[in-house]
C-alpha cells in the first residue's frame, strides 16, 4: 500500500494564481518531509523540506505546511508562474534527513499564462 | 497505486567490490525503470532508463561500464555498482513510469550504500 500518497494526478492554474499541491502519508513515524520539482528528461530536484517539529516552512514564493495530526502536507506556490509547470513528487522519510524515503505518484502543476 | 520494492535497502562494501542492488514492481507491469543516484543538496540525478529487453539508456556523464543496468523481466532491474569507490557512495532509487502514459512515477524505497 502507498505510505505518501498525492490524490490529484494533475492541477491547472492561472499564472498569478496560488497552487496548492497536496499530500497525505499513512505512517506515523515519518518526521522529514519534502517537495520535489521535476521536468520531463531529468530527475526531481529539491525544492523545499520541512522537519515535523515545525508546522510551516517558506522559501520565496514555495510553502510547506504540515498537519501532522492529519498526517498531511501541502505545498502552496504564489504567485505561479509558467515556468512552475512541472510533475511535483512530496517524500517522507522516518528518522530524520539521511534515511531512505519514501515518495509519493507526483501530481502535474500546469500553469496557463 | 504500484508498489515498487527495492533490495538492500543498506549496503556497506569495501572499495572495489561490485554491488547489486534489485529494483521490483511487486504488482505492475514495469516495461520502463529508471534509476536515480541522490547527491548532497538532495536532489535526485536521472542516471539512466532502463526498458525490459533492451540495453539501457544512460544520461551523459554516467558511465555504463561501471553502472550495469539489466532490465530481464517486466518486474526486475538491477543496478550493479562495479569496482565501487568510496565517491560511489549515495543514495540510489528507482521508478517505474505509472500505466495511461500519464506522469506518475512510482518510487522504490532507495538503497543507501556506503562505500567504505
Known amino acids: 500500500d502507498q505510505q505518501v500518497k498525492q490524490n490529484s494526478p494533475s492541477l491547472s492554474v492561472q499564472e498569478g494564481r496560488i497552487s496548492i499541491l497536496n499530500c497525505d502519508y499513512t505512517?506515523?513515524?515519518?518526521?522529514?518531509f519534502l517537495w520535489y520539482k521535476k521536468y520531463p528528461a531529468e530527475g526531481p530536484t529539491f525544492l523545499i523540506s520541512?522537519?515535523?517539529?515545525?508546522d510551516k516552512n517558506e522559501d520565496g514564493r514555495f510553502t510547506v505546511f504540515l498537519n501532522k495530526s492529519a498526517k498531511h502536507l501541502s505545498l502552496h506556490i504564489v504567485p505561479s508562474q509558467p515556468g512552475d509547470s512541472a510533475v511535483y513528487f512530496c517524500?517522507?522519510?522516518?528518522?530524520?534527513?539521511?534515511?531512505?524515503?519514501?515518495f509519493g505518484p507526483g501530481t502535474r502543476l500546469s500553469v496557463l499564462p | 497505486g504500484a508498489v515498487v520494492s527495492q533490495h538492500p535497502s543498506r549496503v556497506i562494501c569495501k572499495s572495489g567490490t561490485s554491488v547489486k542492488i534489485e529494483c521490483r514492481s511487486l504488482d505492475f507491469q514495469a516495461t520502463t525503470m529508471f534509476w536515480y543516484r541522490q547527491f548532497p543538496k538532495k536532489s535526485l540525478m536521472l542516471m539512466a532508463t532502463s526498458n525490459e529487453g533492451s540495453k539501457a539508456t544512460y544520461e551523459q556523464g554516467v558511465e555504463k561500464d561501471k553502472f550495469l543496468i539489466n532490465h530481464a523481466s517486466l518486474t526486475l532491474s538491477t543496478l550493479t555498482v562495479t569496482s565501487a569507490h568510496p565517491e560511489d557512495s549515495s543514495f540510489y532509487i528507482c521508478?517505474?513510469?505509472?500505466?495511461?502514459?500519464?506522469?506518475?512515477?512510482?518510487f522504490g524505497p532507495g538503497t543507501r550504500l556506503t562505500v567504505l
Open positions: 517524500a517522507a522519510s522516518a528518522g530524520g534527513y539521511g534515511q531512505n524515503f519514501v
Open positions: 521508478s517505474t513510469k505509472g500505466g495511461g502514459g500519464g506522469d506518475t512515477q512510482y
Open positions: 505512517n506515523s513515524m515519518f518526521d522529514y
Open positions: 520541512i522537519s515535523s517539529i515545525k
